[in-house]
């Protein structure tokens, strides 16, 4: 079994008070799927409830910091006492960096593991139990990244994070799926977010990283529209899914050229 509608059905979204996260839960919302967001940004998650079309709709808002593992517990645990159970759950959280691997401090990957990587893997644990008892109604969703495809300059740690989110899913998949619940790991490429936003804080040369951001942000795709493909996957119960044209290019030229596919970063603004 799988879900073929999200109808009353009830979803657990990391990073809901923006990006990816918020589009997810607008679109589900729209949906007649109950939400319960998960946030740092309490504001973030309020403006996301302020903005949800749905009639009837049963919304939960929680504070929790994903890469704690205690948070994390007491989280599941709450969401479970607010609305009852819980049918999908979108492990969307994540941050990025502007920093070469020399530029990183050690705090900064553990920040970014913790976060990226570890957020995944507690969100995973603490809710399993949950998602087993809604026979085959269940569904996990875990955002990767096309830079699990091609790990470009200056991304070492978001590239790290997002290889594994890959791996992790997949495995996950073939242990999951026998047992009725679904997996999806969704690959985005560009995505008119507020990620770079923030990645450009970090940065050590701004200059060209905004050089950089620029060309991105001319490709990047609607929120809500990745949001929709997303969705879309999952109705399909598909194990993966690739979001944007730029992606689908990366992994396309990963494939065919495994080593020269690199030499474009060499073309980036210096």
Request: proline share 3%; net charge positive.
């Amino acid at each position: 079994m799988s879900i073929t509608s999200f109808e009353n059905k009830v979803a657990v979204i990391t990073g809901g008070g923006s990006g990816i996260g918020r589009a997810l839960a607008l679109a589900l919302g729209e949906k007649g799927c109950n939400l319960a967001l998960v946030d740092v940004n309490e504001e973030g998650m309020a403006e996301t409830k302020r903005r949800l079309r749905g009639s009837g709709l049963k919304i939960s808002t929680h504070i929790a910091d994903v890469s704690n593992e205690k948070a994390m517990k007491a989280m599941a645990a709450e969401v479970i006492e607010t609305q009852g159970r819980v049918n999908l759950l979108f492990n969307n959280a994540g941050i990025t960096y502007a920093k070469s691997f020399e530029g990183h401090s050690l705090a900064d990957w553990k920040k970014i593991v913790g976060i990226n990587l570890w957020g995944v893997i507690y969100g995973c644990h603490y809710f399993l139990p949950y998602l087993k008892e809604q026979e085959g109604q269940a569904h996990i969703i875990n955002l990767s990244s096309m830079v699990a495809f091609v790990g470009p300059p200056e991304q070492t740690s978001y590239s790290t994070t997002k290889a594994a989110i890959k791996g992790f899913s997949e495995s996950l998949w073939a242990e999951l799926h026998p047992q009725g619940i679904g997996v999806t790991v969704a690959l985005p490429g560009a995505i008119r977010t507020s990620i770079m936003d923030e990645a450009l804080k970090s940065a050590e040369d701004r200059e060209a990283f905004e050089k950089t951001k620029a060309v991105v942000d001319k490709m990047a795709m609607p929120v809500d529209k990745a949001a929709r493909k997303i969705l879309k996957a999952v109705i399909k119960d598909r194990m993966r899914i690739v979001v944007g044209l730029d992606a689908m290019l990366f992994e396309g030229a990963k494939r065919a050229m495994p080593e020269n596919v690199h030499k474009m970063f060499l073309l980036l603004p210096q």
